[in-house]
């Protein structure tokens, strides 16, 4: 039951339905660990359109584009808080207890962002869904993969990733569904309680680790279910590798030392585990940096960005989305093993940089051939109602809808009612002034402004995830399982991790204030330059660990290596540690 998680291949998935078919038990302890990995997606997801809709109800929010991003990026911050006392939380009380405490904190944060008065409430409630978030991001895949059977554990290990997408997807069928029902946002968020309960019912009858319980020193418990899990004539052997792998992480910890510091410590002056941290923290912190966090967290933000002011139909475009994630996840799964980490992570780059271009050069036209503003426009809604910015500009006719919104959290531009593209009006922003543009069967912009451009840019963003999804969106993970010595892997897997939630962090935090810095054009490039640098580090940092074994892939950054710039087998020579 060490070794990390191994991607399954399809002749494991052939043994993993019929080995299910005969043991239907193995696959009721997947799925009811898997929903955590559905209420990992969901949430991470759920926030994307229900901030359209808080941005309505409470105008600070539209406002300050700061307390927006702390909305969503407060559950990066719970997760990184929870996934550090996750580890220690999953040896103190077992892996049962940690996911039965997670969905506790899932169905506190939604009850409280449900009933929110105030944003801040929300910013609570959504500090306690990132705590259970990160909780179950690493406690989910640990109980499925030491609930399987050896044979198939990629296989079924795999279905919480596949549930996480699934549980993303499904938060914008949710958001879609709930668009027009009052109380919208309070019924996206406050659904979510829904699954942990379902999940917390479901893990009260189910059993605890088999492989936590032989460590606590509770054989006979640890043999009951894997005499459920095993047949008959197996379940002696997996006692026995038990045991020798129990052994074998005391004496690891008597050597490394059981505190966290002193594991790290030891994995840094370790050459070998070096060079692999360097390759580990290199694709997850490139993988954050490409930007996909943003278009997971700001979807509909970026569909309106792009020209669709709706909130519905921005919600409506933000599946395709999700939709294709999902699909490249399958992708990936599928092609992995056969065009190797290292090359399909360098492809999904490539391809990334290039979406960024584009998009940016779309944002960039869209900006430049914006609708302009008109003062007769705006005087039609009265001199009260005018954004202020507008009214002392010295050259108003220069103005045009981006100028309108770059010029302050304030204004917002209500477009022509004859033609989205004519002159339209600069306006203050407040309910009364958006509600009578809107009874004028206008469209009211506080984000992006009438494109040409939209279904173009939103096609672009679909294929930019094609390119994301099979590669960067899931080799990272599958790299950081394979590429450090045994011993080793829960340490480097745990820093690896921690890098990417901090980028992930430093990201959604981040994103709306760089399009009221740079525009949406000068953000798309800024994470193209980011993807560029990644894809430098990956091609220097990272070596190909396909078909290789764990001792192959401790020989080779033994030696060290160099990749070559052409195509052939890359040279192994002693490099700088």
């Known amino acids: 039951m060490e070794g990390g998680v191994t991607k399954p291949d399809k002749t494991e998935f052939s043994e993993c339905f019929r080995i299910i078919w005969r043991t239907p038990y193995i696959m009721l302890l997947a799925l009811s660990a898997g929903i955590g990995g559905l209420l990992f997606g969901y949430d991470t997801g759920v926030i994307s359109g229900a901030s359209l809709y808080i941005r309505d109800d409470f105008q600070e929010v539209e406002r300050h584009t700061w307390l927006q991003e702390t909305i969503v990026s407060t559950a990066v911050a719970g997760a990184i808080i929870g996934a550090a006392f996750g580890g220690w939380m999953n040896d103190r009380f077992g892996r049962k207890k940690s996911i039965l405490c997670a969905d506790f904190l ?57 549930l996480l997408t699934g549980g993303q997807f499904l938060s914008y069928l949710i958001n879609l569904a709930f668009a027009k029902t009052p109380g919208n946002w309070r019924w996206m968020l406050g659904i979510a309680g829904v699954p942990p309960l379902v999940q917390f019912i479901l893990m009260c009858f189910l059993p605890e680790s088999p492989r936590w319980l032989y460590g606590q020193n509770r054989i006979k418990e640890a043999t009951e279910i894997l005499e459920k899990i095993y047949p ?94 999902s699909i490249g996840t399958i992708l990936s799964m599928l092609f992995v093993d056969r065009f190797g980490r290292r090359r399909l992570m360098i492809i999904s780059m490539v391809g990334i940089i290039v979406c960024l271009v584009v998009l940016s050069g779309m944002f960039f036209q869209a900006s430049v051939h914006a609708s302009s503003v008109s003062v007769i426009e705006s005087s039609h809604f009265g001199v009260n109602s005018t954004c202020l910015d507008f009214k002392k500009s010295t050259d108003p006719a220069s103005w045009n809808c981006m100028t309108c919104l770059r010029a302050s959290s304030n204004c917002a531009f209500c477009a022509n009612g004859q033609n989205i593209y004519n002159a339209g009006a600069c306006l203050a922003v ?148």
């Open 106 to 162: 899932f169905v506190i944060g939604s009850i409280v962002m449900a009933v929110a008065p105030n944003p801040w409430v929300i910013i609570a409630g959504r500090l306690f869904v990132g705590l259970g978030v990160g909780i179950v991001s690493m406690t989910s895949p640990l109980y499925i993969s030491e609930a399987s059977p050896a044979r198939i554990r990629g296989a079924l290990v795999s279905t919480n990733g596949l």
């Open 430 to 577: 407040d309910t009364v002034t958006r509600g009578t543009c809107r009874a004028q069967h206008r469209t009211w912009y506080t984000y992006g402004c009438p494109s040409k451009f939209g279904f173009l840019t939103v096609l672009v963003l679909g294929l930019y995830i094609l390119c994301y999804a099979p590669g960067m969106g899931t080799v990272p993970w599958i790299v950081n399982s394979e590429i450090y010595p045994l011993r080793y892997r829960g340490t480097g897997g745990g820093i690896a991790a921690v890098s990417n939630w901090v980028s992930n962090l430093i990201v959604s935090e981040t994103f709306l204030t760089l399009t009221e810095a740079l525009g949406s054009a000068g953000t798309f490039l800024l994470f193209a330059a980011f993807s560029s640098a990644g894809l430098v580090a990956i091609f220097f940092l990272v070596p190909e660990t396909k078909g290789l074994q764990f001792e192959e892939v401790e020989k080779m950054l033994e030696k060290g290596y160099r990749p070559k710039l052409c195509c052939g087998k890359k040279e192994e020579i002693k490099s700088a540690s």
């Open 232 to 325: 008959a004539n197996e379940v002696e052997q997996e006692l026995k590798s038990l045991q020798e792998s129990i052994e074998t992480q005391k004496e690891d910890e008597r050597s490394m030392g059981n505190g966290p510091f002193s594991k790290i410590k030891s994995a840094w002056s370790n050459k070998i585990v070096r060079r692999g941290l360097y390759a580990g923290i290199t694709v997850q912190v490139a993988q954050q940096f490409v930007g996909i966090n943003t278009v997971m967290y700001y979807s509909p933000t970026i569909v309106q960005l792009a020209g669709f002011a709706s909130n519905r139909t921005a919600l409506a475009l933000s599946l395709i989305t999700t939709g294709l994630n």
